[in-house]
């Protein structure tokens, strides 16, 4: 995919490495990118929510580190969480190769260890915007990690990757039962099939 990048997208051209990475997983590998369909609403999404703060849970390649970076606004930031190092080392050249290394941080490790030192470590006080991407079996128990460290205010919209396929039925029953989230969900299909998958925003209101 890196090569694929440095081969065929433009140096400092946001969109040409988007589009480059989804020709090599459409054409010639499959990867868990939120690809180009998902990636129609990740920016639909982000664009209506404009963060001043944004945090990602799942760097993988950079894929949708690269998609959200290129619509934030001049002075906001994107804190994203990768465990994998092999995939953050491929990351943090797809993100420097898209021009966007001021604008993103890259911070290693299992996101349950790292939640709670997200402010002291970088000042955050809170995200406007979390997308969740990162393992099913993660996300309530880091959502309700976010709810305890403070760190979701009202108003915060979390996104969430992959709610059918994989699926994170207990993640999904969570925010749609709890009176603390106004959820929804977007229909699409998993990256690069026609299989369905879907994106769940949820709204915290404090
Ligand atoms: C690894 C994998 C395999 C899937 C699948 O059903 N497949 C059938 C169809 N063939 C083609 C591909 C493979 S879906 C999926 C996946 C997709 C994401 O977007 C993910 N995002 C974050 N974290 C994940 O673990 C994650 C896994
Ligand atoms: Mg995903």
């Known amino acids: 995919m890196l090569k694929a ?8 051209d ?8 989804d020709h090599y997983c459409r054409n010639k590998e499959w990867a868990m990118n939120v ?7 990740l920016d639909s999404v982000l664009t209506e929510v404009n963060p001043s703060a944004a945090l990602e849970l799942g760097t993988y390649c950079g894929y949708s580190t690269v998609r959200i970076a290129r619509l934030l606004s001049p002075g906001s930031k994107l804190i994203t969480v990768e465990f994998n190092p092999a995939f953050a080392a491929v990351a943090r050249q797809i993100i420097a190769y898209a021009g966007l290394q001021d604008k993103v941080t890259l ?4 996101s349950g260890d790292l939640i709670p030192k997200l402010r002291e470590r970088f000042g955050v006080k809170s995200f406007d915007f979390v997308f969740l991407d ?49 959820s929804r969900y977007y229909k699409s299909n998993l990256e690069y099939t026609k299989l369905e998958d879907g994106l769940e925003k949820s709204v915290f209101l404090g």
């Open 5 to 12: 990048v440095q081969k065929n997208a433009t140096k400092g």
């Open 107 to 110: 911070v290693e490790g299992p």
């Open 35 to 41: 690809g180009d369909d998902k990636g129609l609403i």
């Open 14 to 21: 946001p969109q040409s490495v988007i589009s480059a990475i």
């Open 134 to 182: 990162h393992w099913k079996d993660r996300y309530l128990l880091d959502t309700k990690l976010l709810e305890d460290c403070g760190l979701l205010q009202k108003g915060t919209v979390l996104l969430a990757d992959n709610v059918i396929c994989p699926g994170t039925p207990e993640y999904l029953k969570y925010v749609r039962s709890s009176p603390r989230y106004e």
